[in-house]
């Protein structure tokens, strides 16, 4: 009898204990080191699954799609938070421009490479090759944002672009299938169900579920758990809108913009008294996300076939990998040429254009509708892998950095809503999230001065003349 056995449910809380250690190690190493934590998770799923076979890939697909779409709601939530309307604003239009440009430019490469090369003849393959994988994943690319200290400005601008990105995969993919797969209702109304209604009905339920959720907040944000009740309203709104055919993670997004900006919306819902994000409320959600996040691509490393991919596949994947990191480079200097973003960017916007949660979800998702997709799977694990080791290296010649424009300290929640700033010293003492996610203090009292040009700080009774 073996001194070590392991099978069975003790294997896969094993396995899940050494994921959140590896996920909080590489999270250290991606602020010191500044290495993408998603490759050592990707490893760590390689050799659990492929290289030692501790646990089938098949018998974890049922829970893939679900487990990648509650991370994608939580990560595009906590983004949200983190945009600032007053900041993004000259950026907005340049943004959803740039990630519409990017992703149909990135899915032609793909369907052409995938068609002549990887698929050769299969052209509903090569298709949801192309379209699942032309996103920028933004479960990689705006938590690494954050970690790197990118300025609020390019932040909010990754982040714009890794939501929009992953909306139009969602739309797309979501259409083909449709086209694909016999549905009970006539086509023509699926597949403009598909393709019109998503975006503004997101939009707009995740708006007004902001607003009601702030109501709630007014009142309830004080008592205990009430964070666990936002990821439970949270999870309500993606499911509300994806039953009305919209897009569950634009209503996430829009959902978090909307709590995160509370003082440009309290203008309109004639409040005076401020909302306090206290800073458990983004803790919670935030763990949980590295939670799922770090589950998730250890399943997609895992997902992965240890053979030889031949040369065939091995060139396209590698073609692949520069072509897209070459595009992106090539669509964003043209936008920044044109004046709309600033040529600062470019390195960072290039650089930062790895693939993974969202590719996944939509492969695993089609291949349950469309038997023949798991053919997919392989090359869209090398690409993932690629992409990723590829942005990891530029990072390391070329990495983020803090633009110089924003002051050390200064936070764009502040600045963007004053009245919070000058709160009275006697108020609750809540933090104020920073845009990391991390707590910041109350202003500090003004110094007692004697210098009569410069007003003195009220004292409590007693005190003044004591001091006198």
């Not at 990495?399 to 924003?406: D, L, T």
């Amino acid at each position: 009898m073996p001194l070590l056995s392991v099978t069975g449910s003790t294997l896969l809380v094993l396995l899940l204990g050494l994921t959140l250690l590896v996920g909080f190690g590489a999270d250290w190493l991606a602020t010191r080191f500044r290495v993408p934590d998603v490759l050592w998770l990707l490893a760590l799923g390689f050799i659990a699954g492929p290289l030692l076979g501790l646990l089938a890939p098949g018998s974890l697909l049922v829970i893939a799609p679900v487990l990648g779409a509650a991370t994608l709601v939580l990560i595009l939530f906590d983004a949200g938070i983190d945009l600032r309307l007053s900041e993004i604003r000259p950026y907005l239009g340049s943004a959803l421009l740039f990630a519409l440009a990017t992703y149909f430019a990135s899915s032609a490469l793909l369907f052409v490479v995938g068609y002549w090369v990887l698929f050769p003849g299969h052209a509903l393959l090569s298709l949801l090759f192309a379209t699942a994988l032309g996103c920028t994943s933004g479960a990689v690319v705006i938590p690494l944002a954050r970690r790197f200290e990118a300025g609020i400005g390019l932040r909010s601008f990754l982040q714009l672009d890794g939501a929009f990105e992953d909306a139009l995969a969602v739309v797309t993919v979501t259409t083909i299938v449709a086209l694909r797969v016999p549905s009970p209702g006539p086509l023509a109304l699926t597949v403009t169900a598909s393709l019109v209604l998503p975006l503004p009905v997101g939009i707009a339920v995740g708006l007004a579920a902001g607003l009601a959720w702030l109501f709630f907040l007014y009142g309830w944000q004080d008592r205990p758990f009430a964070a666990l009740a936002t990821l439970g309203f949270l999870f309500v709104v993606y499911a509300a809108a994806e039953a009305l055919d919209g897009s569950g993670i634009l209503a996430a997004l829009v959902l978090g913009v909307v709590l995160g900006n509370e003082p440009l919306v309290r203008r309109f819902l004639r409040r005076t008294h401020p909302f306090r994000f206290s800073n458990d409320l983004r803790r919670v959600q935030t763990e949980i996300a590295f939670v799922l996040r770090a589950f998730f691509l250890f399943l997609i490393g895992m997902f992965a076939v240890l053979v030889n991919p031949g040369l065939r596949v091995a060139l396209g994947v590698g073609v692949l990998v520069g072509g897209l990191l070459l595009l992106r480079w090539l669509l964003f200097s043209v936008s920044a040429s044109s004046g709309r973003t600033p040529p600062a960017w470019r390195s960072p916007v290039t650089a930062l254009y790895g693939r993974g949660l969202t590719s996944a979800v939509l492969l695993v998702v089609a291949s349950e509708l469309i038997p023949s997709v798991s053919a997919v799977f392989f090359p869209a694990i090398l690409l993932i892998f690629g992409t990723n080791v590829a942005m990891t290296a530029w990072l390391s010649v070329r990495p983020v950095r803090r633009e110089p424009a924003e002051p050390e300290g200064a936070e764009p929640w502040v600045a963007a809503a004053p009245e919070v700033a000058a709160l009275s010293v006697e108020s609750p003492p809540f933090l104020f999230p920073t845009s990391s996610g991390s707590p910041l203090a109350p202003p500090r009292e003004p110094e007692l001065t004697d210098d009569a040009s410069r007003p003195r700080h009220p004292l409590p009774r007693g005190e003044d003349e004591r001091r006198e």
